[in-house]
């Protein structure tokens, strides 16, 4: 009898201290959101992102680089500061400008590079990303 009350005793502490740590791993999740971003679409002036970023990390916004694959520099750039850093996911739309002042920079059928980051205060990529498309 003895052996099986213990028995019952350490399942139970064992079932406590699981649950204790179920609860801070799920309370604590947000504070272990990593910081991401994906380009979900790209049109003549502007480019679609999907992105994840924790209020801790210092973003301020979102850069865009636009060009040919094989050129030394963009064609087009943009940034958007309205971004939400609060670890859930967030969706954005960054206007381009050609670096010439064109209002659409892409054509149509043009296969070009795009580069997106997380950027902070000073320019500093928290978390960036690159994809070659062609428009249709």
Known sequence: MVTIR???RAAFVVSVVGAV????????????????IEI????PANVGADYRCEASAGVVG???????PQAEGP?????E????CDGSPQSAV??????????EPIQRGQTVQVRMALVDATDTVISGTAKVVSLG
């Open 6 to 8: 213990n028995y019952r």
């Open 21 to 36: 740590g179920v609860g801070l791993a799920v309370t604590a999740a947000p504070a272990f959101a990593e910081n991401s």
């Open 40 to 43: 979900t679409g790209v049109g």
């Open 62 to 68: 979102i850069k865009v680089m636009v060009g040919d």
């Open 75 to 79: 064609s087009a750039t943009g940034t």
């Open 81 to 84: 500061t309205g971004v939400v």
């Open 94 to 103: 960054v206007i381009v400008a050609g670096v010439d002042g064109s209002p």
